[in-house]
């Protein structure tokens, strides 16, 4: 038997690969992370969710020093940290039921038939890793966007190893999470390299890395959560790389909302203060956050809402969100025809929240399109007042994907509907009724993406299914059995569900 | 009520597109897809099965009129012709079928959980149209990968619109297949629009053709089958477009086979026989066709073969494929150490077929790898004799991606074979014991696919999940019952397997 150990890498280095590098610190955790995959890309189920458990367990023990290293860096309010350090570790811990499960490898089976004209082979499909994948973390969730978060969870979770680049706005937290995500997968087995983190020494170089990053030959995927401007600039590279990557980012969304005359009428104060909790939560550095919000000219949601515009409960991110944010909100303000309808109270370094409406016709002319409907990352957000809710489907269609769109409705306006639903299901990916799009409940039928620029595929950064994005397909044909991996052998010893011979089997349970 | 027909495009339109446009053809085509898809987006899957069965049934009905254009278009023998249409028919069928079953909408349901930290709603997933789907015919199979193939097939299926991008290589066989499908199409119910063709005046604006329609700001995905240049330069337009959007491409594949010394031993005979057959089937015009064979030195397949190296059995497709064919095969002579195993004999208008061999050390000499790896489309294959198995490993690994990889190896090897399988497993979609690749079943578990440059995703376009290229998630946040599309309301009137509260079910059929 071939010793494992002679074998070349299963992603394969292209010759001169190691003098094109450009930093030692990528080249090295890359090479490690494909070394590490020679291993995890046949890795046990049992073992991978040993890893996401131990690392689950791991960041809550250390769950008080790290939220204090989180609030000194990124100004978040510490209960909402406390927040997503369970979220974070809720999410390795559904990934690992997901494993377990076991319908993440879209098992199927299809019996040799040899009567048929022409005669079938024996074919046994599964879905493997792709192979390692860069993960670009977020500012604004330190936690559950960034070193442990769901990127890394759903590649591990399936044996791809990750490489991560820090975020340049909490450079500190990166390293200690990653010190005791390291410390984990040692301790529950993992192989060597399957996880890495780099750029987290932050100095100008932070774009460099990142480039050097999704260029690597040795990187088979990335994914990204970050804006447009710097997604789509890492996702050309991946599209002009002499072997193409497939590139999973998350880039910028608007959150379109319409609210109903009927909905304003029976219950406009509660969408008020449902409204400003939304956009300024977390000082409105949320992806989700709604950017823009169709009312009724004249709407009792617009009246009641500048009581509720406060104070901004922290500082920004960084001083480039912080600075964006203020150019965002002078831009929309010098547009003809806005007008401000509440404006905050500025908090130590952070900027007012701040609430500018227009009409329906000024928005939709084109010259000011690219200003009213750019994301502006911060505690702000645009009313557009409509006089007749028809003349909305048109301007609706012109949006930008998004990750969400919400209506407000009475329930008997559910006929109306017809047309704003349909509108707003082409442009986004979540659809929401009677709710606010921030918080991002993560579950099996979750979907956190939307069409471009929300996202730049056809796949989930949140939820079950986003293990899908590290994953390829490959068929066996006519395999002897002690070359198949466990879920497509002829007993289903992993007791998953499979499809075999066309019917969607599930496994007895013992 | 909205009226449907006063609802904007699904998927917008960008200012000044009509003015941008280059050709009237494409941009009517485009238009009317885009219009078909406000009705195509929500039909039921008993009107699209009803689609595809009767597109079936009228192409089955013309198949003799379609036969006789095809073998005076391609040259292709006519026996395997009727067995493409037959395919293609039976595929059409087959994703019918897919459709029916219903898991293609990967439904899943979590309801809400009120006393959850934090509470969740009721999320609902399924799987929508991604919009109107630019499909690029292929010149090598007239029927299955052109106008009526799986594409197409696989489009329609979900319901969204296809905009055929004909092949030059068969223009009238594919402007009357286009009337059979436009006509059949119109029979069973479907909207104004939902297919068409461009490109089939066949001329020198044939690429300007293919180039307007992947950057039409209306076309949501593009697929393509055909060589990794101008797959490339497709996908290089795909992804600069101001909105990307999913490329889904079969470029090429090398689809190497290993022979090891012990199956050699026990039938190198009967592997000669199957080897010549498999290379030049079709002329070798296949994307499955072998294009290396790792044998062992001196072995008896390569003894062997030359008796079956026979006459090509016609022409090759076109005229550029031939001149890339004679082109090919001189590149490969003229290589250091590469010797002449076999030559056939040049049929009318045909090159003859031709076998080389070449050592393994001089194999993996860098300053010729470029040309002994390029795929040459026609009847040739690359012998690459080795004398230690253990040394192929690294060579292996060194191989772009392919479509398939084959092993034939005793099955006492077994044991020997664990590295071989796994370094092949990275390198291609399809693991072959024992057979050739040439031939693809249709079945759910198919997968014609692979690494970069076999594919350029990871996604198949072949078999059941094909249709996954053309979907994307959408998930309904406390949705209404009224606005839930069928295959999410509670008591699942579709009844197709679902994911509810993390539980797979299926249904209880009556």
Redesign the interface.
């Known amino acids: 038997?071939?010793d494992?150990l002679?074998?070349?890498?299963?992603?394969?280095a292209r010759?001169g690969s190691e003098s094109d590098s450009g930093s030692g610190e990528v080249d090295r955790a890359v090479r490690a992370a494909d070394l590490a995959f020679r291993t995890s890309?046949?890795s046990p189920a049992t073992d991978r969710t040993r890893w996401l458990r131990t690392v689950a367990d791991r960041l809550d023990d250390a769950a008080d020093e790290l939220i204090a290293i989180a609030t000194a860096e990124t100004g978040l309010a510490t209960p909402r940290l406390v927040?997503e350090v369970?979220r974070t570790t809720g999410q390795l811990r559904m990934f690992a039921?997901v494993i377990e499960?076991g319908?993440y490898v879209?098992a199927?089976?299809?019996h040799a038939a040899t009567s048929a004209?022409?005669p079938?082979?024996d074919?046994?499909?599964t879905l493997?890793p792709?192979g390692p994948v860069a993960v670009f973390a977020a500012s604004n969730f330190p936690f559950a966007f960034s070193v442990a978060g769901g990127d890394t969870a759903s590649a591990l979770a399936i044996g791809a190893p990750v490489i991560v680049k820090a975020h340049s706005g909490h450079p500190l937290l990166s390293l200690r999470t990653a010190e005791i995500v390291s410390a984990a997968l040692a301790e529950a087995g993992a192989p060597d390299g399957l996880f890495g983190l780099v750029g987290a020494a932050a100095d100008g170089s932070s774009r460099a890395i990142g480039i050097e990053l999704v260029e690597h030959p040795l990187v088979a995927a990335a994914s990204f959560t970050g804006s447009v401007a710097g997604g789509r600039a890492l996702?050309?590279r991946a599209?002009?790389r002499p072997?193409?990557?497939?590139f999973f980012g998350e880039l910028g969304s608007l959150n379109p909302v319409v609210v109903t005359a009927e909905a304003d009428a029976a219950r406009g104060e509660a969408l008020a203060a449902g409204l400003a909790g939304s956009f300024q939560g977390s000082a409105g550095q949320l992806c989700t956050k709604p950017g823009i919000v169709f009312v009724p000219r004249g709407s009792v949601l617009e009246a009641a809402l500048p009581p509720h515009v406060g104070a901004a409960p922290h500082r920004l991110l960084t001083e480039a969100i912080d600075g964006g944010f203020r150019n965002g909100v002078e831009h929309l303000a010098a547009v003809p025809g806005v007008e401000l309808v509440a404006g905050g109270i500025g908090s130590e370094n952070g900027p007012a929240p701040v609430v500018y409406a227009v009409g329906l016709d000024a928005f939709a002319d084109?010259r000011h399109r690219d200003v009213l409907t750019r994301e502006v990352f911060g505690p702000t957000t645009l009313l557009v007042r409509y006089d007749a809710q028809?003349a909305l489907?048109?301007v609706l269609?012109?949006?930008?994907?998004s990750l969400t769109a919400t209506i407000h409705a009475a329930?008997e306006g559910?006929?109306?509907?017809?047309?704003?639903?349909?509108?707003l299901?082409?442009?986004?990916?979540?659809?929401?009724?009677?709710?606010w799009p921030t918080?991002v409940?993560v579950?099996?039928?979750?979907?956190h993406?939307g069409?471009?620029?929300a996202t730049?595929?056809?796949?989930?950064s949140v939820?079950?299914?986003a293990v899908r994005r590290f994953?390829?397909?490959?068929?066996?044909?006519?395999?002897?059995a002690?070359?198949l991996p466990p879920e497509l052998q002829e007993d289903n010893p992993l007791r998953i569900?499979r499809?075999v011979d066309?019917a969607?089997r599930?496994p007895s349970r013992p």
Chains 1, 2 share one sequence.
Request: aromatic fraction near 4%; proline fraction near 12%.
């Open positions: 038997m071939t494992a002679t074998i070349e890498p299963a992603h394969r010759p890309v046949r927040g369970a039921a499960e319908s879209e199927i089976i299809d004209t022409p079938r082979p074919l046994r499909r493997r792709i996702a050309d599209a002009a072997e193409p990557i497939p084109d028809d489907l048109p269609t012109e949006l930008e994907g329930p559910e006929l109306v509907l017809d047309g704003l639903v349909e509108v299901a082409a442009r986004a990916g979540r659809l929401l009724f009677d709710g918080g409940a579950t099996w039928s979750q979907h993406g069409p471009w620029p730049t595929s056809q796949h989930t939820g079950g299914t994953q390829r397909p490959i068929v066996y044909q006519d395999a002897p002690a070359v569900p499809r066309g969607l599930l």
